[in-house]
């Protein structure tokens, strides 16, 4: 067998050059645990010189007590180290990472020295350190941010998805992983959402925003803005998509609110700007002078503010009939002169306006021709309210106004402003219209009926009519 060359002897190699230049640290240690040979790479990272390290018991140098007596046992038990982790203590205090592979010389059982190669790992360590620390943040991050956030495949299948996503869509974490994105999808929204995600899949794009909608896990349909970005592999393909989603089902009831606000808004400025318009031309046709069309038209465009004021106060629901008849009389303030009775109804906006203008028109006329018009006049307004025991809703009404102790009623020569007013509100209303002109006091009745269509009042005020 052919023999082994004792390398040691060879021309040029210097054993002590290597061991005193390696870069990797050694040392050699006696049985006492006294370091008696050390190479510059295993003490000047640690900022000693030769005369401060070699020498010295290697315990000085060990972080931790544990450690070393560990080492320290496995060695005199003629155990090798592999890549045992270690920490040292520098010059400066600051600690460096180490792993250590050492093995134990035994001459005639006893022990000579422990040879140690050392790598410094610090800077490694605190890369991991670090690299740990931020995913963990990451994850905390990602765990409790209020948006959701989903990780998809090629395919559209759930990788990964945080809490708020599973709150967002309201499956559970582990249903959703078995799920793909157009799976909790509306179906209406699916092919845009499939023709989108392929082409970012492709690379065509690498990003693109969409609002569409889910169906939740109880059925229910919600709104949501999604961004989808691409996080690629190494060649450049797809590796997978994150989406980023936020729930905006309520900002999307808002703004329909908002549009048939709007919409209705535009509906009730046309009709009042109308209103106003056919108030104006009628007054205008039977007034003599521009003074005595203001005085005409004043109180009527303010007997229009206050019926409007009125649905206002009840978001344009409807008024209460009790309201608009106290504040059509009252407002003329005769005591004890005006008596009214009725129940308690909320009329329609369209109705309500109306009846106020209407209401309007004969207390304006009770005032100056009727029996508002001397100290023993009265006026009594009354009225009653239909129903039908199928409905919550009432099925009609009939108002009537009856003057007393005033002069003697007459019937007008022509139709003027009023007359016509009282017979267009009966024709809005579909109702019936009629007039006594008795010689105590005028008698005017009017009944007409409603629809459940007429009616915006809510689950809470529609029971109110039972």
């Not at 496995?74 to 040292?88: F, M, N, Q, T, V």
């Not at 994150?242 to 089902?249: K, L, N």
């Not at 023993?376 to 099925?395: F, L, M, N």
Request: with cysteine; aromatic share 8%; hydrophobic share 35%.
């Amino acid at each position: 067998m052919a023999s082994v060359p004792d390398v040691s002897t060879e021309p040029g190699l210097d054993l002590g050059d290597f061991f005193e230049n390696g870069t990797i640290g050694l040392h050699l240690v006696g049985p006492d645990g006294t370091i008696l040979k050390a190479n510059k790479a295993d003490y000047e990272p640690l900022g000693y010189s030769a005369e401060e390290y070699i020498g010295q018991p290697i315990m000085r140098f060990h972080a931790d007590d544990d450690t070393i007596s560990d080492i320290l046992a496995r060695l005199s038990a003629g155990e090798k180290l592999d890549k045992y982790p270690a920490r040292l203590r520098a010059k400066d205090g600051s600690i460096r990472h180490v792993l250590i592979s050492s093995s134990v010389c035994f001459r005639d059982g006893e022990f000579v020295n422990t040879r140690c190669f050392t790598v410094d790992v610090t800077e490694k360590v605190r890369t991991e350190k670090a690299l740990r620390e931020a995913q963990e943040r990451l994850a905390a991050t990602y765990d409790n941010v209020l948006a959701g956030i989903a990780e998809c495949d090629a395919e559209g299948r759930f990788l990964r998805v945080n809490d708020a996503f599973e709150t967002i869509s309201g499956y559970p974490k582990a249903n959703l992983l078995s799920k793909t994105l157009f799976d909790i999808t509306h179906p209406d929204d699916v092919a845009d959402e499939r023709s989108q995600f392929a082409r970012q899949v492709s690379g065509e794009i690498d990003h693109y925003s969409t609002t569409k909608r889910y169906i939740r896990q109880d059925g229910r349909v919600i709104w949501v803005e999604v961004t989808s970005s691409t996080v690629g592999n190494d060649d450049g393909s797809f590796g997978y998509g994150v989406r980023m989603v936020q729930d905006i089902t309520e900002r999307k009831l808002a703004d329909e609110q908002k549009k048939l606000l709007l919409a209705e808004l535009n509906h009730r400025v046309k009709n009042t700007l109308a209103t106003v318009q056919a108030l104006a031309a009628h007054t205008a046709r039977n007034a003599t002078s521009p003074e005595d069309f203001r005085k005409r038209f004043e109180p009527r465009l303010l007997a229009l503010s206050a019926a409007h004021d009125r649905l206002t106060r009840n978001d344009w629901r409807g008024a209460n009939l009790a309201d608009i008849v106290a504040g059509e009389l009252t407002a003329h303030d005769v005591p004890g002169a005006i008596s009214c009775e009725g129940p308690d109804i909320i009329l329609p906006p369209r109705v309500s306006l109306s009846l106020s203008m209407a209401l309007h028109e004969l207390s304006t006329n009770a005032l100056k021709y009727g029996a508002l018009s001397v100290p023993s006049g009265k006026v009594h307004v009354e009225w009653r309210v239909a129903r039908d025991p199928s409905s919550p809703y009432p099925t009609g009404v009939e108002l009537r106004w009856s003057e007393s102790g005033g002069p003697r009623a007459t019937a007008p020569d022509g139709e003027g402003f009023g007359s016509r007013l009282l017979r267009v509100t009966a024709a809005e209303l579909k109702g019936k219209l009629d007039t006594d002109w008795a010689a105590d006091g005028l008698q005017w009745r009017l009944s007409f009926p409603l629809q459940s269509g007429d009616f915006d009042l809510g689950e809470k005020q529609a029971t109110a009519w039972i």
